[in-house]
Structures are given as structure tokens and as C-alpha cells.
């Protein structure tokens, strides 16, 4: 069963968990052919098992007993589904357009006087099956997960009702992950279509996945996505809580809106987007933008702070919703509301006036052992993206950074994945430890299947890109690999090896379609007759044993002096970084 | 007649010259709508004019009369074309496959002892009809022009027998430029192909166009492009050698490659590829690499340096090389032929063992008044990249660096034309002046014409993004234009300044295909009942005049300070890095 899905990317991979201490970790292992010195191990990626389960009927509850073992929650009757839920169509029609007919699992909450956060755990010294599982996947120390979840520089996003998940772990000394979004708007998109793009993004390599619906039956098409999910779903709650009150801005109230969390908590959610640091006093400071309030949950709630003229109700009463998201393990995304939408707007007071008040509302989370992440922009130029790592670092005392891009420019619509994409493989490179992608259909149109795919992969690469730059360990493995099936002609292990194997593959088919291309040693690019890499085994097979009778060369140096320096000053760099965050140097740590 | 190809990018896109001191420069003007509060001007855009004439007749001679007024010319009779040039095919049949009809040109050379580079006239003081044509067209003093070219900080690729060229800049005070690679291979393409592929990489905005065919015809193919190229041609002229040799790259000599470049000297080449920095004694430094060596031209002479176990005989010759350049002003491109093929052979030894003869060969090539550029990498991990420019700055005395890509990972083939953006827009930040573009099929297959855009476009868009961080004056003002088209539901105008309009516009439509969701305040991510940019227009139209009521508020003194610092921060780290080059920051010289 398992290995449907896993089968499914490339005949090559297959499902091959690590089992250890009672726990099944996901991993797929892509084998390889043999190389002219000697067989190769098959090569290991991290990789979600997938939703491999049919739609209809979700998947199984993974982490249910570890949940209910701990004996901290309790089965609620919990808040009544109200058709309004799923918005005035579905009330007048008595049914969501597709109701879910799964099972339906019991509501659960901390036990009065509880909190049942990861970070709560952590901070007891507990080290949680979330918590192993979780260093399994990064090959890592489970104590340093612990210390890392305790100390809030990174987060674990389980909620306790969406047992489904595999759990992942987000932060920076960690490998970056990205977030895909999908959901429904007013104008187009089923519950089925989102079902299909939650299982083509996680198929595609999406660390956790938002449902940013906007139209109808949002709670149905939550319901779906959670429980075929396994990979933590984030949301934005005002969307849904605007719904309920007609698009109208100045209509809402904390009471909606708190219901609405409540609501979604109950359901699964793991991380919830508030634009908590949108005060009333910042909003002036767009007015004179480019581009102002580019954020839907930043204008929202800068619309109904001027409407009323009253601070923001979500700064007023953050502490109760602390208190809410404790009670299930919901984790903030304190959200960029203000965020720059333009890269003339990039690092403005606005911003920055922001960032700093989310920083204020993150310390306030953690004393209620809430785990929370902050988001970040947007458009930056690529000069002006570091300064954003290192004041989200300083002010939010090095919660996970999540940033949208940024792009780098805004002269592209059509190619958003890659302006953004450039600026994402650099603040990741800087610090950031999760990616939001951006699909070629940003600005344009709402995403299909393939602009997520697009998304999904060209989000991968920065992320990766960020690791070898961060000298992750085991990051460039991945790359050797690739590299050295490159140099010996093994095209079906480069295809295996690919983020996207179809696309490698059926870009190559396209000019060499016979299949003694793919094991010929020479490509369409030079042709049979010459081939760079053929010439270069040519020398090596030929000149090998004579390379000592030519002689060492002498090496100015300074040129050795460079190559020496270069390798070693990418782990001086992250050495000092981590120094300063007071926090182990993974390179050394992790290379067990 | 002009008009035909400006127009056929947008509607709304017109040729619109700067006419000026008996110069049409070219530029396009794009029409604007009216914003809210008034009309807008166009906006004009650097754009070649393009190859507006029919394939088969080729573009008018632009520089004749600039080329044979300085009066250092000569017609000469020129070597013969040997039916070999193009192929064995070509001399079995008596013909290429498809010849060349059109006019063509007497062959120009300097007259004897002079020299005719627009390097030779700037260190002589002269400001040439080429400098002031670029000039204008980077909308800079022509004073400025003659200085870079003077110092080798820039160079004007323009062949006195390629008159048909607009004369552009290659340097990094300028714009960021990039380069398209076409040309055949033994298994694919034809002659009206390649040809196809030239007019459409400069309807995209490539700035020059390199012909890498090694297939049949290849004489002939390139008489093709040259005749129809508006932007300056680029080729490797061991390829063809290694052609006239049957592939076997031990029976390659001096005389036979000199013959090669004196034939397209002739016919106009504007710069070539000399990997003449591959010496004897590097090539057992790429022995234990990942990928040894993965350039063609790279492997070519490492192969030909240990089959005789002597010196290369470009290195040997490079002197007489200089003086064949000279004579038609083509520049050099010092070709990277040891390059990393793989981020684990990035800044190794090889790579900069090479790179500092490569610059030792550029100041001798400065010594015959040849312009020169510096080829650079490759595969190079983000956090390893910097590097490239400061030692290429450093031993290439600041000439030109052309850079391909360089990708950041080597695990996403299908995407590398993106992993390679990354480090192409981080590298041209630091200093890169040319990035060559690398399409979707990059080590899969050979380029269609798909993929050449998607390559263009990509690096249109890594150079633009590069020249924002600069602070290239004017760079930003694209960005601006579009936001704020993007900031007042103007949707034709977002199309229109798209570096791909069409795209742009087709990604649009697929969600919301009605003209009237083109003039709509709407778009479908949101729909039409609710719209985060409609929200914050409305806040500044209702709340715009109670703004002031509403008070200034209280910015944290660190929060102003970031945003004003960063803003600064950009333009200072700029000034210090021209005042190291000895240049003058055109920052405050082209305020203008």
C-alpha cells in the first residue's frame, strides 16, 4: 500500500521507512545502477510517506495514541458545525457542495489547567515521539530537537486533533522547508480540485501545506484536507471569519472571530496566520506606499482598525488566544500583514514597526509554551534581504522565520516562482527555515495542478540550494550523487536522482527519445561524435597512471590559498552564526 | 518598417529611437493608460531594434560608413571558403545545405600597423560613433563610455566586419547584459532553425548571441546569423577546428585553429572563446574532480595538452592571437575551461589555477589594445560565489565577468535554467557585468525555441533583479511602474511592462478570460467581493484626509533606523566598491 505512492514518482524509488525505537520515519531510497568502479548504495531522501490513502477515506491516525498516552486531553463534545461554516450557499442548500464522509474523529482538548504543546513538553525536559520521530527524519540528536523546541528557535506543528501527521520540525538549523498554499476562491476551485493539489504538492515535496480558501464550503474543504493531510496544514482564520460576516470588514468582531479559530482548532489545524501586529497606529505609515496594504489579513484588519478607530482586536486579545492555541498545539504564523508588496516599499517603517511588534507578541506566546513562527516579506531587492534575517533574528528572538519569496523584482509576472525563488535561496541561505512558494501564477490567476507543481519544485531547489550553502550536513550528498551518475552516463539514475523526474526525463526523450540513449555514453548536446565529459573519463582512464609522471603542478599560492579558504569559511560562517545563537553547530554535531 | 518588430512584443509597445548628434538609438516606448490621478508618460525601455528584415536578405550595415570613416581599414580579398568549412557533407554535395543568398560584404581589416579596436581609439582619446551610441543608449556621458573601454573595465564588441550590429557595453557600471547560446549539434537542428532562434532570442532580450553549432554547415550557419544579428555574436572557434579535424582532437594545430579564427574574423565575429588558459600543467589538478572537466573547449585542449605531453598551443600563440584580433576588433572571451561541472568541484585549485593565468593572458591581450572579457562558472554553491568576482576582480585587473549562471545545486535538471538564475543574480550583484542564460534542457538536451525564451526571459529578469540591488540608476523605475499599474487594477499596463507580455497576459485569462476582469478592481485570487488592494485604495481614499488626525505615530527609534539605513546602506556598499575599482560610482554620475 505504502509503496503505491512512493512507486509513483519514479520506478526507481521505493517507500523505505527507517524503523527504530517503535517508530516508522519515512524515507524514500532511489536506487541506483552500477558504477564502471562498483555497485552504489541506493541514495536516501527525506521525503513525506504521502497521502496514500483514497481521498474519501483519509488517513490513519499515526500519532493517536502518542497523543491520548500522554493523558493531558480529554474528548469535547466541542463547538457545533454550523452550515454558515461553509458560507450562505451551503446553509441554503442544507449540505456543503461534497460533505465529507470519512470518519469523523472525537474533538480533543488539554485537560483544564493543561497545556499540550511540543514546547511545553520540551520544556520539561520531555522528549516527545514527535520530537524522535522528528530527528530521525533529520538524522539529528533528539536532545537537540528538544533543546531547540524549548528555547522556541524552532517549531513542531501538531495540533492534537490531526493525528494524521508526520510529524516535521521547522527551524533554522534544520533542513529548510517550504509551505505549498492552495484553497478555493470565490470564483473558482471544488473541494475536489483542493483535495488533488494538497496530494500533488505533498507528492511533490511540500513540507506543510496552507488552505487559503476564500469561497464556499471552507470548513467542508478543510475537513478533506485534513484528513488526507500528512503534512501540517496552516491557515488564515480571518478569511473564513470575513465569510461569516459577508466580506465585510468592519462587521467583524473578536467573538467571530475567536469562534472561528475554535473552530478550525477543533478540526486540525497546526498553524494558524494572525495579524496580530497590525496596530492602528502603523496603518498611517502605508498610506504613501507604492503599493500599501498588500496583505488580505493585513488589510482586513487595517480596514476595521481606521473603520472603528480602535486598536486591532487581535493585539488586544492575544492573551486569550495564546491561551486557545495551548489548548490544542495550534502554532502561531504571527503573519506580515504589512508586509511590502512592492520593492519600493521593501524594509519601511511600516514593516520593520511590525516585525518589532510581532517580536513583543512571540515573547508573550512563549510564556504560554505556544510554538510560533514569524512570516516575513514579500518584495525585497536582493541587497536589502539580509537586514530582514538579522532583525527577525534580533527582535523575535530567533523564532522560525517563514518568508513569502521575496522576489527581487516585480517587472515578471508570469515567472513569480523564479524572481521569488531567488530571493528565497538567499534569506533561506541567511537564516529563514521555511520557504512559502510562489507559483508562476502569482499576481495573474489563481495556481492549477501544474503551476503547484512548478511551485512546489522550484521551491525545493532554493531550499536545497540554501542547505549546500549552509553546509548542512549531508545536504551535498544529494548533489554528488547526481553529479557523479552525470559523469558516468547513468541517465536513468540522473532522472531517479532529479527533483522532477518526468520533466528531466522528458526533456531528454524529446531529443534522443531511443532508449540506447539513455545508456550511450554521450548526450544530444555534443552529439555521438564529441562529448566533453567522455573526453574528460578518456583522459582519466588513459592518463591516469601517467598523471604521477607528469608531475604535481605548482599551485600559485593564492590560488591555493583561495580554495583552501573557501571551503573552510562556509563553516567558520554557520560556526559563528550558531555561536551567536547560542545554539550547537550542527556540522559538527550531525556528523555521526 | 521598424515598427513591425516593436509591435509585435505588445500593442501597446512602439519603437520609439532617441534621435540624437545623427544617431537613431533604439528604444521601446510603453503606452500607458491614465492612472486615477492624471495621465502617464510612456515608459521607455533599453531594447535592441531587433532583425526587422526579411531572413533572407539581412539587416542594412548600420556602421559602414562610421567603420571605413575612421579610415584604418582596407578591403582585402580575404581567405577563400573552403567547402570543408561547413562540413564533409557540404564538400561531397558541392554546397552547404541551405547557402547563404543575400548580399554579402567585402572583408575589412586594418591596414597594416594599425589597430582598429574601439580600445585602441578610447586609449587614444577618442569618443567613436559606437561609444556614443551606447552612451545613449545607457543614458550615461560618453566621457564615461571611452574611460571603461579605455581601462578594459568595459568592452563594445563590434567586428568592423559585422556592421550590421547596434553597438552595446559589456561592463559592470552599465546595465547587466546576457547572452543566448544557439547553434546546432551532429543530431539536431537546421540552418532556418538556428536562424529562428537568433530573431527570437533578441525579440526576448538577449544583448549578445553566442553560435556554439558543431554540426554540418557550420560556416554557412553562421553567415546567416551574422548577416541577420542586431547584437554582437559570440562563438568558440575550436569547435569548428575540432570539425576540420574530424572530431579527433590530437590531430588539432596551431595553424588549422588560427585558419578558423582568421575565416570568422572575416565574416564578422564579434568575440570568441579562447580557452587558452588550460595549460599542461592544470590538467592533472581536475583528475580526482566529481565531474573532471566539463567544458567542451576546456576538454578539447586538455585532451590535445597530454596526448603530446606539451603546452597548449593557444597559450603558446596567444601573442599572435592579439594581433589577429586586432585587426578586426574582435574581443576575447577568456574561456573557463576548467570550470566546476559540479558544486563539489567549485573554487577548487583547477578552477582558479586557470582563472589567474586567465588574467595574466588579459593583460598581455590589453597590451595589443584587445578588448577582453573573463568566462567564469559553472556549478558554485550560493554561500561560495562572491569569491568568483573579488579574485576575478582582483587578477583579471577588473575586466568584464561573463558568467554561466552559476547553478547553485546539481539535483534539479529541468529547472536549471532557475537554479542557475539564483547564482546569476547573486553573482552579477557582486560585480558580474554578462551572464550567459542556461535553458530548461541544460545538460538534458538541445534548446527549442520554448526553451530559448524561457532561458531569455529568466535572465532578463536575474539581471534586472541585479541591477535594482546595484542601484542602477533607473532600474527601479520599471519595478515602480508596474506596481503601481498593479497597485490601480491598470491590467493592460501590467501585461505591456511584463518582460513576457504574452505569458503574462495568457495566465490571466485562464482564470478570468473577460475583457471586463481586465478593467475590473478585481482579480481572481481574491474575486470580487473581496480584494486586499481594493481595501487599502479605499483606506487611502476614505481615510486619506483624516490621516493627519489620526497622528504620526511613535516609530521605535531602531525601527526608523533600520529602514532609513538600509536605504543608504545599498548606495554606500555600491560607492566603496567603485571607489576600490578607481571608477566613478554612477550613482551620482548619472542622477542626471
Known sequence: MADIYAQEIHPKHSYAPIIQDGLEVPETAIQLDDSPTGPN??????????????????LPGLRSDWIT?????EVIEGRRRNLLDDGTRAAKRGAASEEWRGATRPVLRAKEGKRVTQMHYARQGIITEEMKFVALREHCDPEKVRVA????????????????SEPMIIGNQFLTKINANIGNSAVTSSIREEVDKL???TRWGADTVMDLSTGNDIHTTREWILRNSPVPIGTVPIYQALEKVNGIAEDLTWEIFRDTVIEQAEQGVDYMTVHAGVRLPFVPLTANRVTGIVSRGGSIMAGWCLAHHKESFLYENFDELCEIFAQYDVAFSLGDGLRPGSVADANDPAQFAELKTIGELCKRAWEYDVQVMIEGPGHVPLNMIQVNNEKEEQWCGGAPFYTLGPLVTDIAPGYDHITSAIGAAHIAMGGTAMLCYVTPKEHLGLPNKDDVKTGVITYKLAAHAADVAKGHPGARDWDDAMSKARFEFRWHDQFALSLDPDTAQSFHDETLPAEPAKTAHFCSMCGPKFCSMRISQD???????????????????????????DAIAGEQEMAEEFREQGSQVYLKEQSQ
Open 539 to 565: 583522459i582519466r582512464d588513459e592518463f591516469g597512471d601517467r598523471l604521477a609522471d607528469l608531475g604535481i603542478p605548482e599551485i600559485p599560492a593564492d590560488v591555493a590559498a583561495v580554495s583552501a579558504n
Open 69 to 73: 498516552g500522554r493523558g493531558d486531553v
Open 199 to 201: 496530494r500533488w504538492a
Open 149 to 164: 523546541v524549548a528555547s522556541g528557535r524552532a517549531i513542531i506543528p501538531n495540533n492534537v486533533n490531526h493525528p494524521e
Open 41 to 58: 548504495e541506493p541514495f536516501r531522501v527525506y521525503r513525506t510517506r504521502g497521502p496514500y490513502a483514497e481521498p474519501e477515506v483519509g
